[in-house]
């Protein structure tokens, strides 16, 4: 792998820049691996990286149907925070957040991390108390957070009006080391790190069907031919049901679509990251000035990957009440994401019914944000046979009865 540095950069401009390698191989199938791991996405290349980083498995193919990066991996917000109230919850996206922190350096690609903060809304009396409530949790489990007043979030977001006529601004959750990444980039990176280490990533290979024999994975049928592996990473967002059916087993798990849509570039004007949960509205500015938005789920099961009128109407009514300015803004683009949800709107980290197989599904609305924690309890889980990042994510939880409940910390699924 070509190390990238600012002398690289000078190099390259001074022959013209045709020195530049591929960030990735384009590899074809081989007969078996160790391991597999379906989706190419950032939960799949983490998971496949941190094999190789952690555990030295490099005899790895990830497998995409589609392009690198094209589900959910590049179509989200791009938000990082670990301020979750369940300490399972906590565990895992302080560790995501963490590696976030170094990420460009470990990768040696700019993800273009900006722990620039962010603030969750507390616009009714009710999230007052439980967000004050998440930062005790927060100060217990050694994550940064702190609940301010209205007159301090002023000062973070100058553009934002306290006195909604619905919902005034009471206070907020403030994480000072939130903020947002480079979704492209992340994938990029890791799937570059992964191609590095001698792993194969496979694009426009679908897989059609999974091979088992006594109970025990041994491969997987796919739009390229037949390839053996000893262990099987499922890590397909919002297709995880689709192919836990493949496998013979069922996921407690719905598949929504969640939309978001980003404004005409203007000025700098908010360097933060805003989310207001009751209004189901959150918003930052990107590098290039556009107003990036996000809002709730669709209200019904789909697979689309469309945006709808409903949301435009629901997410910026909420927004214009919030940050007036942004009534004279005209959108840019919208586009949606299918995501998977669980009853208690946690993940799924777990082993399966067929010895060999691994999931990680159920991210609902926060999968970004987890992507390298993810990646890392996933790769412990598949070398390990456990991980303690994903002890209380097992799908026995749903038979015990053991529900991981974040809706009241997040206030949305995630």
């Not at 100058?158 to 919902?167: D, K, T």
């Not at 798990?253 to 805003?274: F, G, T």
């Not at 469309?306 to 007036?324: C, D, K, M, N, Y």
């Given at each position: 792998?070509?190390?990238?540095?600012?002398?690289?950069?000078?190099?390259?401009?001074m022959?013209?820049?045709?020195?530049?390698?591929?960030?990735?191989?384009?590899?074809?199938?081989?007969?078996?691996?160790?391991?597999?791991?379906?989706?190419?996405?950032g939960?799949?290349?983490?998971?496949?990286?941190?094999?190789?980083?952690?555990?030295?498995?490099?005899?790895?193919?990830?497998?995409?149907?589609?392009?690198?990066?094209?589900?959910?991996?590049?179509?989200?917000?791009t938000?990082?925070?670990?301020?979750?109230?369940?300490?399972?919850?906590?565990?895992?996206?302080?560790?995501?957040?963490?590696?976030?922190?170094?990420?460009?350096?470990?990768?040696?690609?700019?993800?273009?991390?900006?722990?620039?903060?962010?603030?969750?809304?507390?616009?009714?009396?009710?999230?007052?108390?439980?967000?004050?409530?998440?930062?005790?949790?927060?100060?217990?489990?050694?994550?940064?957070?702190?609940?301010?007043?209205?007159?301090?979030?002023?000062?973070?977001?100058?553009?934002?009006?306290?006195?909604?006529?619905?919902?005034?601004?009471?206070?907020?959750?403030?994480?000072?080391?939130?903020?947002?990444?480079?979704?492209?980039?992340?994938?990029?990176g890791?799937?570059?790190?992964?191609?590095?280490?001698?792993?194969?990533?496979?694009?426009?290979?679908?897989?059609?069907?999974?091979?088992?024999?006594?109970?025990?994975?041994?491969?997987?049928?796919?739009?390229?031919?037949?390839?053996?592996?000893?262990?099987?990473?499922m890590?397909?967002?919002g297709?995880?049901?689709?192919?836990?059916?493949?496998?013979?087993?069922?996921?407690?798990i719905e598949?929504?679509?969640?939309?978001?849509?980003?404004?005409?570039?203007?000025k700098?004007?908010?360097?933060?990251?805003?989310?207001?949960?009751?209004?189901?509205?959150?918003?930052?500015?990107?590098?290039?000035?556009?107003?990036?938005?996000?809002?709730?789920?669709?209200?019904?099961?789909?697979?689309?990957?469309?945006?709808?009128?409903?949301?435009?109407?629901?997410?910026?009514?909420?927004?214009?009440?919030?940050?007036?300015?942004?009534?004279?803004?005209?959108?840019?683009?919208?586009?949606?994401?299918?995501?998977?949800?669980?009853?208690?709107?946690?993940?799924?980290?777990?082993?399966?019914?067929?010895?060999?197989?691994?999931?990680?599904?159920?991210?609902?609305?926060?999968?970004?944000k987890?992507?390298?924690?993810?990646?890392?309890?996933?790769?412990?889980?598949?070398?390990?046979?456990?991980?303690?990042?994903?002890?209380?994510?097992?799908?026995?939880?749903f038979?015990?009865?053991?529900?991981?409940?974040?809706?009241?910390?997040?206030?949305?699924?995630?």
């Amino acid at each position: 792998m070509k190390k990238y540095s600012v002398f690289a950069v000078a190099r390259e401009a001074m022959r013209h820049h045709t020195g530049w390698t591929r960030a990735w191989r384009d590899a074809a199938p081989k007969k078996h691996y160790d391991a597999i791991i379906i989706g190419a996405g950032g939960h799949g290349l983490a998971t496949a990286y941190y094999l190789g980083k952690n555990f030295g498995i490099t005899n790895v193919a990830i497998l995409e149907k589609g392009w690198l990066g094209g589900g959910n991996t590049g179509r989200n917000t791009t938000i990082i925070r670990s301020n979750y109230l369940q300490d399972p919850s906590a565990a895992i996206y302080e560790k995501a957040r963490s590696l976030y922190e170094t990420m460009s350096q470990d990768l040696n690609y700019n993800v273009m991390f900006s722990p620039r903060g962010l603030i969750m809304l507390a616009q009714t009396e009710h999230e007052v108390r439980g967000y004050k409530r998440t930062a005790h949790a927060n100060m217990l489990q050694g994550v940064s957070t702190e609940f301010i007043s209205p007159q301090r979030v002023k000062e973070l977001v100058p553009i934002i009006n306290l006195a909604g006529p619905r919902y005034p601004v009471l206070g907020g959750l403030w994480q000072a080391r939130g903020g947002t990444a480079r979704h492209d980039a992340v994938a990029w990176g890791y799937a570059r790190a992964c191609s590095d280490m001698g792993m194969d990533v496979i694009q426009q290979c679908e897989v059609t069907g999974i091979r088992s024999e006594g109970g025990k994975v041994v491969g997987v049928s796919t739009t390229k031919g037949d390839i053996g592996c000893d262990k099987l990473g499922m890590v397909v967002a919002g297709h995880s049901g689709h192919l836990a059916d493949m496998a013979g087993f069922r996921l407690p798990i719905e598949s929504v679509a969640l939309q978001a849509l980003v404004s005409e570039p203007i000025k700098p004007c908010m360097d933060v990251v805003v989310m207001a949960n009751t209004v189901h509205g959150y918003m930052s500015q990107s590098d290039k000035g556009e107003m990036v938005i996000g809002g709730g789920t669709d209200g019904y099961n789909n697979y689309t990957q469309r945006g709808s009128f409903h949301h435009i109407e629901e997410t910026v009514r909420a927004l214009i009440e919030t940050f007036p300015m942004v009534s004279r803004l005209k959108m840019l683009r919208q586009w949606g994401g299918i995501v998977d949800v669980t009853g208690d709107r946690s993940p799924i980290l777990s082993k399966t019914p067929v010895d060999g197989i691994f999931i990680n599904c159920g991210w609902g609305t926060g999968g970004f944000k987890a992507i390298p924690g993810s990646g890392w309890a996933m790769a412990e889980l598949m070398a390990k046979g456990r991980s303690p990042l994903t002890d209380a994510f097992g799908l026995e939880r749903f038979t015990e009865g053991r529900f991981i409940d974040e809706s009241v910390a997040a206030g949305v699924a995630h």
